[in-house]
């Protein structure tokens, strides 16, 4: 089947799995066709572990191959009461991290001996010569980096050589050779047996915390989960991956606490009530369009100490006063988002891509704001679907952002073009690099010719897949109960799309502030139920049509009328 009202998208529906199987589930809960065959396709034999992931879930830290020896040094500091330097990265993972650690380690140590730095854009990811500078000059014992420092060779070694242990917590690609810390727990390490190699940031910080109070004999630090969900989502990392599904239940569990109104983050629950975010409705898409950029802003268009401070204050008129300066900070960032976006199109214009057809886009601009062009690759990569990249221009050396779509990998990809690359990092879907400009035309160059010998195998440029068939009849409170059991969606555990044939729309009606939105009644084989098709109001004359079409969609609850509604559909033939 196509779509008959976007040209770029097409949909395409996966076969069902084995029938004995999809019967089976069918009986064993008494579930509605569909619900049954998303279980059988996500979960095959271990389906039933998809409806509640939980804690158990949850692996032992010490599946980490260097965790022991992590652990071993943090005890020593703590019976010493040594002096130990927290470094996040200042983006929302780095800075949940440097959170978790820092809510994490606070209670065990006496004042004063706790600090923590999150970087800033000046000095660049990672750690900084400044922060070892600092590090020697106040004296610090211990290093513990959270979302950074497994490439930090060089710094690393002049930490070590003034004394002061580092041991990294950190999730991306390692380099070789590897920092010569007292540990390193990155899920990505040559060799590395913990389950989960899809842990954000976050989540390995989050791991080495369990692991010390573990030890200690304290009880699982289960209330620092809603930073771990933040980062995990603000990330992007996959919640689910080849039925891993540890990162979900960090999600799944956080969200919980938050609904109670739990959770270690009063600055976090003050945000939610600024963004109007319902605690006991959160969702992964709350994190990612609403909460994330404003922590996110403070780095684009301010101080990420801010937010890092947000994360970690427990006095509600303080959470209120950082509240409005991220807010105050959006704003800006907003602005300047918006305006590079349109430089961004000229720029495409002048020089006449077509990013679909050479199966990525790259973009420049002489001194463009480089704390926004992460948002602007992201905004090209949604919306040609192709690997998108946005450089700044300096006077000798450019700047990139990436970010990917489907399965290709942004970081394999700089990887292969090292040799013109000063410094670069990242992780699949989202990466950085920087380059000395005589080496820019050489570099598009080369990454024109590595797209194109790998478009076969991007699956950004295949037909996006629908779930399984759906009735209307089938549409009721029982079947969304089911589905939000399969959440929280995101990157590996997508929110299950539908195609229902046959179907006629009445009482059309445009909504939203700028009427960009179309809700109605669709109709099949005389059953409707509501629907609401977000920015599709220009397509007004298409859902007029007399005759059935199919449509893809998404099941949702519409909490105006108290009923399940089809929500966020695209009209399809076939």
Known sequence: MRSVLRDRREWQLASDPDETLVEGIRTSLGCARPFAVLLAQRGAATWESLIDPGIRSFHSPFLFSEMEKAVDRMTKAIDAGERIFIHGDFDVDGLTGAAVLYRGLRPLLPQNTLKVDVGDRTNGHGISRSFVLRAIEEEFALVITADCGVSNNVEIDALKAAGIDTIVTDHHIPPSPLPHAVAIIDAHRAGETYPNRQLAGVGVAYKLICALYERLGRPTPTHLLDLVALGTV????????????????????????????????????????????????????????????????????????????????????????????????????????????????????????????????????????????GLVASNLADRFRVPSIVVSRGDRVSRGSCRSVGEFDISACLEAHRDLLLQYGGHRMAAGFSIANEQLPLFEERLGEYIAARRDEMTCFAAEMVDTQLGLGDVDLRFFTDLTSLGPFGPGNGRPRFFVSDCTFSELTLVGNRKQHLKGQVTQNGVSVPFIAFRMAKYLDAFERTEPIGLVGHAGFDDWRNAVQIQGIDLVSG
Do not use: H, M
């Not at 305006?339 to 002489?366: H, M, N, W």
């Open 234 to 373: 603000a990330d992007l990392v996959p919640l689910s991956s080849d039925g891993e599904s540890e990162n979900r239940a960090f999600v799944r569990e956080a969200f919980s606490l938050i609904g109670k109104g739990q959770g270690s983050s009063q600055g976090l629950r003050i945000l939610l009530q600024k963004l109007s975010v319902k605690p006991e409705k959160i969702s992964t898409s709350d994190i990612g369009y609403l909460i994330a950029p404003k922590l996110n802003a403070a780095n684009r268009a301010g101080d990420p100490k801010v937010a890092f401070l947000l994360l970690i204050t427990e006095v509600p008129d303080q959470a209120e006063y950082l509240a409005e300066i991220l807010l105050d900070y959006n704003r800006d960032r907003e602005i300047a988002q918006n305006d590079l976006i349109a430089q961004a199109e000229e720029f495409i214009r002048e020089e006449e891509l077509t990013p679909q057809e050479d199966g990525y886009v790259l973009v420049s601009g002489k001194y463009w704001n480089e704390g926004i062009l």
